[in-house]
């Protein structure tokens, strides 16, 4: 099976900047979609971001945009979140996905999911 585990959550300030790792172990397709998506508090899992495993195409929520960064690094299977100028209302718990379609926004477009990290934004 595909394992993802996720790592670098914390605690900022607001403004400050976070990077999150993803790293991806087991089988895995070159093709597949890395996708983040994060939950808060009383509201439901939301896309954030997505990248091409094999290519450089990348999609971001609205709310997102401009501030955060999805990356990848091949060699090491890992996909990164750079998130900068963190607000408040990016405090959720942010998780992994692997999925085999670029561009999904769903939830049912991807197969395989992190256990989450834990991001809390102060002001």
């Known amino acids: 099976q595909v394992q993802l585990v996720e790592s670098g959550g914390g605690l900022v300030q607001a403004g400050g900047s976070l990077r999150l790792s993803c790293a991806v172990t087991?089988?895995?397709?070159?093709?597949?979609?890395m996708g983040w998506f994060r939950q808060a508090p009383g509201k439901d899992r939301e896309f954030v971001a997505s990248?091409?495993?094999?290519?450089?195409?990348?999609y971001y929520s609205d709310s997102v945009k401009g501030r955060f960064t999805i990356s990848r690094d091949n060699a090491k299977k890992t996909v990164y979140l750079q998130m900068n100028s963190l607000k408040p209302d990016d405090t959720a718990v942010y998780y992994c996905?692997?999925?085999?379609?670029?561009?999904?926004?769903?939830?049912?477009?991807?197969?395989?999911w992190g256990q989450g990290t834990q991001v809390t934004v102060s002001s």
């Open positions: 996905a692997v999925g085999p379609v670029v561009g999904v926004r769903s939830q049912s477009g991807y197969d395989y």
């Open positions: 087991g089988r895995t397709f070159s093709t597949y979609v």
């Open positions: 990248i091409s495993w094999d290519g450089p195409l990348t």
